[in-house]
């Protein structure tokens, strides 16, 4: 089955910036899209179609792609930023979804 | 305002069946794909399932495929799973989410609060 690879945790410290990657074969084909998790919450959706971003979303959240990779970054984080995040995409087919195993972002 | 709950959580013994309800508010239900996403506890999210909007295209995860089957009535504004042959490791909590209307499959723009299911004996 298709699967996406995130690294399980990054740290920053405040105002620095957070990069969290995620890699899939079939991501040069499909969209992703990334959802941010707190604890005790549902996930919230920052980026979409691997650069958009929804209304309400701070400007710091930005995503971008280039070949297998996709990226999110976290410009100038701030402690509030501090979640798991989530990449989410399709597999070549585009009929079977599947999401990144998460990245602990910690701010120090 | 955009409004998903779930109900129909519980639980349940293994081997068992139970029928998860989403009901939607907020926005026109029958134009938009919607899905199903668990989280086990202290676990990542897992895609389950996806429908279109007209209930025409259904898409499975392997790890659920031939025991979960999605539906919904458009007339009442509800999504359903029914999970029959429950087992151990479908414990989680079960999220409704409204789909984004970029593709049937993935992007979900919101989120219900989701709903425990606990599968033991």
């Known amino acids: 089955s298709y699967e996406l690879t995130q690294p399980p945790s990054v740290s920053v410290s405040p105002g620095q910036t957070a990069r969290i990657t995620c890699s899939g074969d079939?991501?040069?084909?499909?969209?992703a899209y990334w959802y941010q998790q707190k604890p005790g919450q549902a996930p919230v959706l920052v980026i979409y179609?691997?650069?958009e971003r929804p209304s309400g979303i701070p400007e710091r959240f930005s995503g971008s792609s280039s070949g297998t990779t996709v990226t999110l970054t976290i410009s100038g984080v701030q402690a509030e930023d501090e979640a798991d995040y989530y990449c989410?995409?399709?597999?070549?087919?585009?009929?079977?979804?599947?999401f990144g195993g998460g990245t602990k972002l910690t701010v120090l | 305002e955009v409004q998903l709950l779930e109900s129909g959580g519980g639980l349940v013994q293994p081997g068992g069946s139970l029928r998860l309800s989403c009901a939607a508010s907020?926005?026109?239900?029958?134009?938009?794909?919607m899905s199903w996403v668990r989280q086990a506890p202290g676990k990542g999210l897992e895609w389950v399932s996806a429908?279109?909007?007209?209930?025409?295209?259904?898409y499975y995860a392997d790890s659920v495929k031939g025991r979960f089957t999605i539906s919904r009535d458009n007339s009442k504004n509800t999504l359903y799973l029914q999970m029959n042959s429950l087992r151990a490791e479908d414990t989680a909590v079960y999220y409704c989410?409204?789909?984004?209307?970029?593709?049937?499959?993935?992007?979900?723009?919101?989120w219900g609060q989701g709903t425990l299911v606990t599968v033991s004996s």
């Open positions: 989410a409204k789909g984004g209307n970029w593709n049937d499959v993935v992007g979900v723009n919101y």
């Open positions: 907020g926005f026109t239900f029958s134009s938009y794909a």
């Open positions: 429908i279109s909007g007209s209930g025409g295209s259904t």
């Open positions: 079939a991501l040069p084909k499909q969209y």
């Open positions: 179609k691997d650069s």
């Open positions: 989410q995409s399709a597999d070549s087919s585009g009929t079977y979804g599947v």
